[in-house]
């Protein structure tokens, strides 16, 4: 089964670590944003995935054919940003008429995907929300979909569209689209993928809908170290490495080559490959490959790789009710 993934945002919030690291590539819980979902859509069936890439592209192409080498992988470049049925569109030469994925690649998510393919109708992932109009979302009855709306001004629906699409033909997929980009139709100065949808909709292709259980973001530091913690909380990642007089609090994610040396690490600490923990204290951090921390005591923080930290140790004679920050 075919899966679209476009992964071309520049992941501008997540500066100055995305300055070299792709956004999809930022390590969590033992995984990578798109390991996660590629271990997802793997264990549906999915073995053919299209890249859509932008920024550090072939970085993303790279490491999805070394981590993932028995899926077919393809990719297209967007030049410009004119919206996510352009994007999707990139792949039109890779999607033939059978079942085909989109998943957006800067979410994470626990779901059934089973419920995503259909050969009676196309799906939709939703989740309710509190502000819907930050999302597109979907107006259903007794979930046949209605309507299709891309952040709507006034409420309609709470039922957020969180970025998992399943089409029954990919192909028939690719002609809504083509024909919205030649009709120059815009929402918010992009062509939207669901407004390609609403198209099929009007011409009687019938979509249906499905809650997925968790739904994660991963677009800013602080939910990207929230969804972490999730993670971890529900048993990803893994603990190995040499550990000689340290401390781990778990529920942690350490590679199996990371070196901890008189350090207390964890709780909510994901530490990459080549990484070196020495006379420190780390926790809720994401630490990338090959980084080095040196007598620091560092908490709710996002290290990329092959950084160095050190800090030097003081003494100190303090009395009662004092407060010090070093």
Not at 106 to 111: G, H, I, Q, S, V
Not at 242 to 268: L, N, R, T
Request: aromatic share 6%.
């Amino acid at each position: 089964m075919h899966a679209i993934i476009p992964v071309a945002g520049k992941g501008t919030r997540m500066r100055p670590l995305t300055w070299s690291v792709p956004k999809v590539l930022i390590r969590l819980a033992g995984n990578t944003v798109l390991g996660h979902i590629i271990d997802e859509l793997t264990a549906s069936g999915v073995d053919h995935i299209s890249l859509i890439v932008g920024y550090l592209g072939n970085e993303i192409v790279k490491w999805t054919r070394t981590n993932y080498p028995d899926i077919q992988v393809d990719f297209a470049v967007q030049e410009r940003m004119d919206g996510l049925a352009s994007a999707v569109y990139l792949a039109s030469p890779m999607t033939d008429d059978g079942q085909t994925m989109v998943v957006l690649g800067d979410t994470l998510f626990r779901a059934d995907l089973s419920l995503a393919l259909s050969d009676e109708s196309n799906m939709i992932a939703v989740k309710r929300v509190k502000d819907p109009r930050r999302f597109g979302v979907v107006v259903h009855d007794e979930g046949s979909v209605k309507r299709l709306v891309e952040k709507p001004s006034e409420f309609i629906s709470d039922l957020a569209i969180v970025g998992i699409y399943g089409f029954s033909s990919g192909s028939i997929l690719m002609d809504a689209i083509s024909r919205l980009i030649d009709s120059g139709k815009q929402t918010r100065g992009e062509f939207q993928l669901t407004d390609a949808m609403q198209l099929m909709l009007e011409e009687g292709r019938p979509f249906g809908c499905f809650e997925v259980e968790e739904w994660y973001d991963c677009g800013k530091p602080e939910t990207v170290l929230e969804t972490n913690r999730i993670l971890l909380d529900s048993g990803k990642g893994s603990t190995g490495g040499d550990h000689e007089s340290a401390v781990i609090v778990p529920p942690v994610s350490i590679d199996g080559d990371v070196k901890i040396i008189s350090s207390i690490v964890g709780p909510y600490v994901s530490i990459a490959s080549g990484s070196e923990i020495r006379g420190s204290i780390v926790s809720n951090t994401i630490i990338g490959c090959g980084t080095t921390l040196r007598n620091v005591h560092i908490r709710d923080s996002i290290i990329g790789n092959e950084a160095d930290i050190s800090g030097t140790a003081v003494s100190i004679n303090a009395g009662s009710s004092c407060r010090i920050e070093i």
